[in-house]
T-cell receptor, first 113, second 116 residues
Framework: AQSVAQPEDQVNVAEGNPLTVKCTYS??????LFWYVQYPNRGLQFLLK??????LVKGSYGFEAEFNKSQTSFHLKKPSALVSDSALYFC???????????FGKGTRLSVIA | NAGVTQTPKFQVLKTGQSMTLQCAQD?????MYWYRQDPGMGLRLIYY???????DKGEVPNGYNVSRLNKREFSLRLESAAPSQTSVYFC???????????????FGPGTRLLVL
C-alpha cells in the first residue's frame, strides 16, 4: 500500500531564510508526487507535481521540490521565505496503477518577520 | 469561472439527523472526490467518482453515500449523522482520475460540519 510521511508537524523559519518542508513516500514502482498548500479557512491549492523527467520541479510562488528516488523523498523548498508563505502544506503520492492519491498529515509552516 | 463550489459552508446537526453536502464544478472535469479533514489526520478520501456514472469507495466510506448527479455535480449524504463525523469536508475535481498527468485536483472551499 502506498503511504506518505511528513515528519514535521511544524516548521518555523525567519523571513528571507530558505525553507524546507520534508516529505517521504512509499509506493510500488514509480510514484506520482504532489504538493498542495492550504491557507486558513480555504481549500487546498495545487503547488507542483512530479510525474516524470527532471528531478527538480518548479511550481507556483517560487516553490520547488526535488524528487530523490534513492531516498524516496520529495522535499519542498524555497530559497527565501515570505511571511505570506505561512500556511499548511500537504504532500501527496500515488502509484501508477489504479489507486487514488494519498495525502500526508500536513506540515504547518510559520514564517516569522 | 467559479471552479469548485460547495454548499453549505457551515452546518450544525444533531446526532441521527441526515443531510446532503453539495458540490459542483464548472471546469468540465471528469473526476470528482470527497475528502474529510481532521486535525492531525490530513485529508482522507471518502468516495470518488472517476467519471460520470461511476463511484468508488475511498479510505473512510462508512456512514456516507454519494451521488454523481451529472458531470458537474457530486453530492455527499450523511444518512444518520454521528459526532465522529464532525469534520471539514472538501470536494475536489480533476480532469482525469488515475491518469497522473491530468490528475491535478482542484479543491472547493470546504464545509464545516458539527454533529452534536
Amino acid at each position: 500500500a502506498q503511504s506518505v510521511a511528513q515528519p514535521e508537524d511544524q516548521v518555523n523559519v525567519a523571513e528571507g531564510n530558505p525553507l524546507t518542508v520534508k516529505c517521504t513516500y512509499s509506493v510500488s514502482g514509480n510514484p506520482y508526487l504532489f504538493w498542495y498548500v492550504q491557507y486558513p479557512n480555504r481549500g487546498l491549492q495545487f503547488l507542483l507535481k512530479y510525474i516524470t523527467g527532471d528531478n527538480l520541479v518548479k511550481g507556483s510562488y517560487g516553490f520547488e521540490a526535488e524528487f530523490n528516488k534513492s531516498q524516496t523523498s520529495f522535499h519542498l523548498k524555497k530559497p527565501s521565505a515570505l511571511v505570506s508563505d505561512s500556511a499548511l502544506y500537504f504532500c501527496a503520492v500515488r502509484d501508477r496503477g489504479n489507486t487514488p492519491l494519498v495525502f500526508g498529515k500536513g506540515t504547518r509552516l510559520s514564517v516569522i518577520a | 469561472n467559479a471552479g469548485v463550489t460547495q454548499t453549505p459552508k457551515f452546518q450544525v446537526l444533531k446526532t441521527g439527523q441526515s443531510m446532503t453536502l453539495q458540490c459542483a464544478q464548472d471546469m468540465n472535469h471528469n473526476s470528482m472526490y470527497w475528502y474529510r479533514q481532521d486535525p492531525g489526520m490530513g485529508l482522507r478520501l471518502i468516495y470518488y467518482s472517476a467519471s460520470e456514472g461511476t463511484t468508488d469507495k475511498g479510505e473512510v466510506p462508512n456512514g456516507y453515500n454519494v451521488s454523481r448527479l451529472n458531470k458537474r455535480e457530486f453530492s455527499l449524504r450523511l444518512e444518520s449523522a454521528a459526532p465522529s463525523q464532525t469534520s471539514v469536508y472538501f470536494c475536489a475535481s480533476s480532469e482525469r482520475a488515475l491518469r497522473g498527468v491530468r490528475e491535478t485536483q482542484y479543491f472547493g472551499p470546504g464545509t464545516r460540519l458539527l454533529v452534536l
